[in-house]
T-cell receptor
Framework: GEDVEQSLFLSVREGDSSVINCTYT??????LYWYKQEPGAGLQLLTY?????DMKQDQRLTVLLNKKDKHLSLRIADTQTGDSAIYFC?????????????FGSGTRLSIRP | SAVISQKPSRDICQRGTSLTIQCQVD?????MFWYRQQPGQSLTLIAT?????????ESGFVIDKFPISRPNLTFSTLTVSNMSPEDSSIYLC???????????FGSGTRLTVV
């Protein structure tokens, strides 16, 4: 079945890099996403990657995809206090409305001074 | 991308009552999605709402408990009926992004049933 797994917590020092990891089981996943949820807010799409890509970089964010191991990671460079949030990994088979998006349990990122 | 206004943002309700959550989108969208996020959990899709037809519910969710309306292409409501403390969750609506891939979410409704 479809499953997306993440570790629940990550604590990093301000200024360091954060790496949030995710594994998924469905090898036919086509699109993989990272969402951010700040306290009391909805989900904000941070970035996405197609399954035929290995890496995508967007300013401080780097997404790495190892399709063979079904492993996705999100690296946040120079982590700031504003990065404190829950980060959800998600996957879908397509981008149309017919493709259900499956979310991981979320990783709570906390920043220490 | 589409902007979603969801309300109420939070509510505390008595068990046995019902709460209707509204989502207004600033552009026309074919489908709207309703999710539940239980405390400390991930998002679970409740149903997909298509304008002009009955909503499609996921396994474990039924229309009697979560009736949905979709009167036009910019608006939808989700009602949580006959509430119990187990219904305490964040409820979110979502639409597909039109300019890119992925989905846009409303800010969520934090429901506490006492």
């Amino acid at each position: 079945g479809e499953d997306v797994e993440q570790s629940l917590f990550l604590s990093v020092r301000e200024g360091d890099s954060s790496v949030i990891n995710c594994t998924y089981t469905d090898s036919s996943s086509t699109y993989l996403y990272w969402y951010k949820q700040e306290p009391g807010a909805g989900l904000q799409l941070l970035t996405y990657i197609f399954s035929n890509m290995d890496m995508k970089q967007d300013q401080r964010l780097t997404v790495l995809l190892n399709k063979k191991d079904k492993h996705l990671s999100l690296r946040i460079a120079d982590t700031q206090t504003g990065d404190s949030a829950i980060y959800f990994c998600a996957e879908s088979k397509g981008y149309s409305s017919a493709s259900k998006i499956i979310f991981g349990s979320g990783t709570r990122l906390s920043i220490r001074p | 991308s589409a902007v979603i206004s969801q309300k109420p943002s939070r509510d505390i309700c008595q068990r046995g009552t019902s709460l209707t959550i509204q989502c207004q989108v600033d552009s026309q969208v074919t489908m709207m999605f309703w999710y539940r996020q239980q405390p400390g959990q991930s998002l679970t899709l409740i149903a997909t709402a298509n304008q002009g037809s009955e909503a499609t519910y996921e396994s474990g969710f039924v229309i009697d408990k979560f009736p949905i309306s979709r009167p036009n292409l910019t608006f939808s409501t989700l009602t949580v009926s006959n509430m119990s403390p187990e219904d305490s969750s964040i409820y979110l609506c979502s639409v597909e992004r039109t300019e890119s891939y992925g989905y846009t979410f409303g800010s969520g409704t934090r429901l506490t049933v006492v």
